[in-house]
């Protein structure tokens, strides 16, 4: 938590750029999404908006690239759409490190995280899977490289995920072509 209120200090000349781009762009420039936490307890992930408004609610991989604003495909890119995720951390409803939540709807990945016991941690802004450049498109996979970090994670391995997701490895959610 006390990290996050560092990070959000250190960030918020970007966190304010970023906003009055994609407020310029879309006029909402904040997106909440409903999200499954620990044990699966819903609760809102806040992001910067990248896509249109009207785009469905759906996992990334199933959404259509040309719905990605302009200054979205830069600000995903990046990974700086998820900066707003460090209040979710604050809230206690994220950590900077585990599972990416997931939405309701995705049942494949619900069951297998279920069946590796993923929803007994805590979700996170970015951990083993973003670094190795899996997505939720992958369900079965994702889910076990998620049950191999909240196994073997540790002071070292929880800022190594992070200084691997600051410095560029691994990608974001791909998106639909």
Same mark, same amino acid.
């Given at each position: 938590?006390?990290?996050? #209120? ?5 960030? @918020? ?15 909402n420039p904040i997106f909440i999404q409903k999200r ?22 759906? %996992?990334?991989? #199933? ?7 302009? @200054? ?20 206690? &409803? ?19 995280? /279920? ?19 899996? /997505? ?6 994702? %889910? ?6 909240? @196994? ?20 974001? &959610?791909?998106?639909?072509?």
């Amino acid at each position: 938590m006390v990290l996050s #209120l560092i990070l959000i200090f250190i960030f @918020s000349p970007i966190l304010l750029f970023i906003y009055i781009i994609c407020f310029i762009e879309s006029g909402n420039p904040i997106f909440i999404q409903k999200r499954l936490g620990i044990n699966k307890k819903p609760f809102y992930l806040l992001k910067f908006r990248t896509m249109n408004i009207n785009t469905p609610s759906l %996992a990334s991989h #199933l959404v259509n690239r040309n719905l990605v604003t302009k @200054s979205g495909r830069i600000i995903r890119f990046l990974k700086l759409d998820e900066l707003p995720q460090l209040i979710n951390v604050i809230k206690g &409803d994220m950590s900077l490190v585990g599972p990416r939540p997931c939405l309701s709807n995705q049942s494949e990945l619900i069951k297998y995280r /279920d069946n590796y016991g993923v929803f007994l941690s805590k979700p996170g802004i970015t951990g083993l899977g973003q670094v190795r450049g899996v /997505d939720m498109s992958n369900p079965q996979r994702l %889910a076990k490289l998620d049950s191999q970090m909240i @196994s073997n994670l540790n002071q070292i391995n929880y800022f190594k995920y992070l200084f691997l997701t600051v410095f560029g490895k691994g990608i974001g &959610d791909r998106l639909k072509k």
